[in-house]
């Protein structure tokens, strides 16, 4: 079934020299589509909070013609990257729903929302979207480009093309930002 999945959403990661195959929610989604998914519902089954070690855990069922899948997912700070510890509850819901969707649509392949991706952890590297917009947001001003180099020199990367998707992100929000002081200081509207 995986051969279904548009060849964007499957996505190549990296961990200790090993490379192997991810898919998105967002494809698994598309697929369910198309494959007749009349609903998916979730519901908390627990929340998350101080006592629990902000664990949250959600339970998402997805119905199909054929019948009727359900799967948990949880979300804790020690299972998601640092930037999404505010979304722990939105994380356990995407999770249940990929892995319901998962069954649902017989993928072993496990979804890149299941996994923690920050250091240490699988490596996702930066989409070609990501690259192109660091690179718009470079050729705007020439101070972009002591952001960037001083970023690569934190990052211990030589090029834009080794940072990792959270890594760009980052960037882009550092660009931004001096983008908005930028044009606040000439009078622009942000």
Do not use: C, W
Not at 135 to 140: E, G, H, K, S, T
Request: charged share 30%; glycine share 6%.
């Amino acid at each position: 079934m995986s051969e279904n999945i548009p060849k964007e959403h499957i996505v190549l990661l990296k961990h200790g020299g090993i490379e192997k195959e991810f898919v998105t929610y967002p494809g698994l989604l598309s697929l369910a589509h198309k494959k007749g998914l009349k609903r998916i519902d979730v519901r908390v089954v627990q929340l998350p909070d101080k006592e629990n070690g902000f664990l949250a855990v959600v339970e998402a069922t997805a119905e199909f013609e054929n019948g009727t899948f359900t799967d948990v997912g949880d979300a804790s700070p020690e299972s998601a990257d640092p930037h999404l510890s505010p979304h722990i509850l939105r994380m356990a819901s995407t999770r249940a729903k990929a892995r319901a969707l998962r069954d649902a649509l017989n993928i072993g392949m496990v979804a890149v929302e299941e996994l923690k991706t920050g250091e240490g952890d699988f490596f996702v590297p930066a989409t070609e979207k990501q690259l192109s917009y660091i690179r718009d947001l470079a050729d705007l001003h020439y101070s972009n480009i002591n952001i960037i180099k001083d970023f690569m020199d934190e990052k211990n990367r030589n090029s834009i093309e080794e940072l990792g998707r959270d890594e760009a992100s980052e960037l882009i929000s550092r660009l931004d930002k001096s983008k908005s002081k930028k044009d606040d200081a000439h009078g622009f509207a942000s």
